[in-house]
């Protein structure tokens, strides 16, 4: 069987950062890693950040894997070109619920062929719990996690982040705490012993499929998320961009996006969260032409209350 990562943690806490720090070392022992990335509007952005590794990835934009793309996503592992030295991650996007997530990868007949789930939460050490209102989503995230990976741990102090890691052990008492190389290395460790795991059993009379469909109640319409995908220019100067993402109003919880700017000769990736002190940019070392996009989540957006993107020429 092939072992299955389930990758959560709330809008920009690392995950997809986690991502490209482990496949490296993965495929350095000899895994072929296969990823699975769900998210708001426009997957394809964050799958453009892994740059040589994008012929491993597979975007599914849209609303949670768990809701309105749960059929793309197995899809997604039904045809995954699998091997005997193959791994799957799958990161969820940053208001899924991690515990439907897991029931239904383990009641669903399209994992046969993977290890029931293993979640890694990754916990944002400067923002947990300074969510307001989407405080309870991020403290649902990390109740069935096995693993935890606490980033932006310098830019905190340490009394801070001892609290967060007491936090979340409280919720998630069976939590180890982990580091990007770590994972890799378990999974390589997983990976050597799943042949020797009994196989999945699914019995349609208790999990048919007419039961787990669609038989919970995790509604993002509580959560009033939305995404917008704002068109950007062909190419403009790079503070015009920062600019545009430091005057962006609080409702945006997230910006991420594909720009051309001129000090640059390929595209650049870049990413906003939670506040206008904390873009950040990354030439993506791509021959492939990509779409000049931003893509906004937040709650509650109006794009009338949205900067104007100002390019002079």
């Not at 072929?32 to 997957?43: E, G, V």
């Not at 995790?218 to 704002?230: G, M, N, T």
């Not at 996009?293 to 509650?300: S, Y």
Request: aromatic share 6%; with cysteine.
């Amino acid at each position: 069987m092939t072992p299955l990562y389930l990758i959560t943690g709330f809008l920009g806490a690392g995950k997809t950062t986690l991502l490209r720090s482990m496949v490296p070392t993965l495929i350095e022992r000899g895994v072929r890693p296969h990823i699975i990335l769900n998210d708001y509007q426009n997957a394809r952005v964050d799958a453009a950040s892994f740059e040589e590794y994008t012929s491993l990835v597979k975007p599914i934009a849209g609303t949670c894997v768990c809701c309105g793309s749960r059929d793309a996503l197995f899809d997604a592992l039904r045809s995954a070109p699998l091997t005997p030295e193959s791994v799957m991650l799958i990161e969820a996007n940053g208001t899924a619920d991690a515990a439907q997530l897991i029931e239904i990868f383990t009641a669903d007949d399209a994992t046969a062929f993977y290890t029931l789930p293993i979640q890694v939460v990754v916990v944002d050490a400067k923002r947990w719990q300074k969510r307001h209102w989407n405080n309870r989503v991020e403290r649902s995230q990390v109740e069935t996690a096995g693993y935890g990976v606490l980033t932006r741990r310098d830019e905190v102090s340490p009394e801070r982040a001892n609290q967060v890691e007491s936090e979340v052990e409280g919720l998630a008492p069976r939590l180890s705490w982990s580091t990007s190389d770590h994972l890799a290395q378990a999974a390589h460790r997983l990976l050597g012993q799943s042949n020797q795991l009994p196989p999945r059993r699914f019995e349609s009379e208790i999990n048919g499929s007419s039961q787990h469909h669609h038989d919970h109640h995790h509604q993002h319409a509580e959560h009033h998320f939305a995404s917008l995908e704002v068109p950007l220019p062909e190419r403009m100067p790079q503070a015009t961009l920062e600019r545009y993402l430091q005057d962006l109003p609080p409702e945006v919880l997230r910006a991420k996006g594909i720009a051309y700017v001129e000090e640059e000769e390929h595209p650049i990736y870049f990413q906003r969260v939670d506040g206008p002190d904390s873009v950040s940019l990354k030439r993506i070392r791509s021959e492939q032409s990509f779409d000049a996009v931003a893509i906004l989540i937040g709650v509650d957006i109006d794009p009338a209350t949205l900067p104007a993107l100002q390019v002079s020429g």
